[in-house]
């Protein structure tokens, strides 16, 4: 099963071809597609997207470029109210974020921890945004490692050593345009990672893969990714297509939350 677990379908940049956009994904052979929350702001676009489509996941969560001192802790408690009233696939997308706002590690962190604990309380994965924070990430799941934390780090970047370490605490990788990339260094090492470690993402609108490097990113790239990881694993299409669907299904149905 082809799955994009990570697409903000919702974004502004989708506006003009969205129900197009979709269906050019589910002709390339998308069967689901797992959609992170960012803050409240997007949480009506989220809910309509969902009433359309029967093949879209929802998650619940507050990114950490959303962590604002003067309104973090309100919109916690959205996440909090959400999370309490209906289903949701993970708590996501949340971690930490240096490179747009250093000066709000000590909220960023607060707010990933408390997502972290109701991800737990749920028995659902969470899906983690890092950026120029590995360090400060690892720190946080150090600390909340158990038989309950899981998950997927989203858009892995960083290094063998680094992926070994995130996989310690139960995560899948999250692999996407970023593979495709000359500078993206992470095909150098990603085939002595197993491919039951892998799944597949976009993370569009952003970060397409190549030869659409810089443009508007869709969930139709993803067989771009696919394409890639055979020449990384040495596996066929449907090889890479069997093995990321099913670590995706392991993670998001974990608990079996719509059988």
């Given at each position: 099963?082809?799955?994009?677990?990570?697409?903000?379908?919702?974004?502004?940049?989708?506006?003009?071809?969205?129900?197009?956009?979709?269906?050019?994904?589910?002709?390339?052979?998308?069967?689901?597609?797992?959609?992170?929350?960012?803050?409240?702001?997007?949480?009506?676009?989220?809910?309509?997207?969902?009433?359309?489509?029967?093949?879209?996941?929802?998650?619940?969560?507050?990114?950490?470029?959303?962590?604002?001192?003067?309104?973090?802790?309100?919109?916690?408690?959205?996440?909090?109210?959400?999370?309490?009233?209906?289903?949701?696939?993970?708590?996501?997308?949340?971690?930490?974020?240096?490179?747009?706002?250093?000066?709000?590690?000590?909220?960023?962190?607060?707010?990933?921890?408390?997502?972290?604990?109701?991800?737990?309380?749920?028995?659902?994965?969470?899906?983690?945004?890092?950026?120029?924070?590995?360090?400060e990430i690892f720190e946080v799941?150090?600390?909340?490692?158990?038989?309950?934390?899981?998950?997927?780090?989203?858009?892995?970047?960083?290094?063998?050593?680094?992926?070994?370490?995130?996989?310690?605490?139960?995560?899948?990788?999250?692999?996407?345009?970023?593979?495709?990339?000359?500078?993206?260094?992470?095909?150098?090492?990603?085939?002595?990672?197993?491919?039951?470690?892998?799944?597949?993402?976009?993370?569009?609108?952003?970060?397409?893969?190549?030869?659409?490097?810089?443009?508007?990113?869709?969930?139709?790239?993803?067989?771009?990714?696919?394409?890639?990881?055979?020449?990384?694993?040495?596996?066929?299409?449907?090889?890479?297509?069997?093995?990321?669907?099913?670590?995706?299904?392991?993670?998001?149905?974990?608990?079996?939350?719509?059988?």
């Open positions: 099963m082809l799955i994009d677990t990570h697409t903000h379908l919702y974004s502004e940049e989708f506006d003009q071809d969205r129900d197009a956009m979709i269906e050019r994904a589910v002709e390339a052979g998308v069967k689901r597609f797992y959609i992170p929350a960012i803050d409240s702001s997007y949480t009506a676009r989220m809910m309509e997207l969902e009433a359309n489509y029967d093949n879209i996941f929802l998650m619940m969560g507050l990114h950490p470029t959303s962590v604002r001192p003067e309104t973090y802790i309100e919109e916690l408690k959205l996440v909090k109210t959400w999370l309490d009233k209906r289903e949701f696939c993970a708590v996501g997308e949340i971690g930490i974020d240096l490179y747009w706002d250093q000066s709000t590690l000590k909220e960023q962190q607060i707010a990933f921890k408390t997502q972290i604990g109701w991800a737990k309380e749920k028995g659902l994965p969470i899906v983690i945004h890092c950026r120029n924070s590995f360090d799941l150090e600390d909340e490692k158990d038989d309950k934390l899981h998950g997927i780090f989203h858009c892995f970047t960083g290094t063998k050593e680094q992926a070994e370490r995130a996989i310690g605490f139960n995560m899948k990788l999250g692999i996407g345009g970023v593979l495709t990339f000359k500078n993206g260094k992470i095909d150098k090492f990603l085939n002595q990672i197993p491919i039951e470690n892998i799944v597949l993402e976009t993370d569009s609108p952003y970060l397409a893969p190549a030869p659409f490097r810089g443009k508007r990113n869709e969930s139709a790239f993803v067989t771009l990714v696919v394409k890639k990881l055979e020449d990384v694993y040495g596996l066929s299409e449907n090889q890479i297509i069997e093995a990321t669907g099913k670590n995706a299904i392991e993670v998001f149905e974990k608990k079996s939350f719509h059988q």
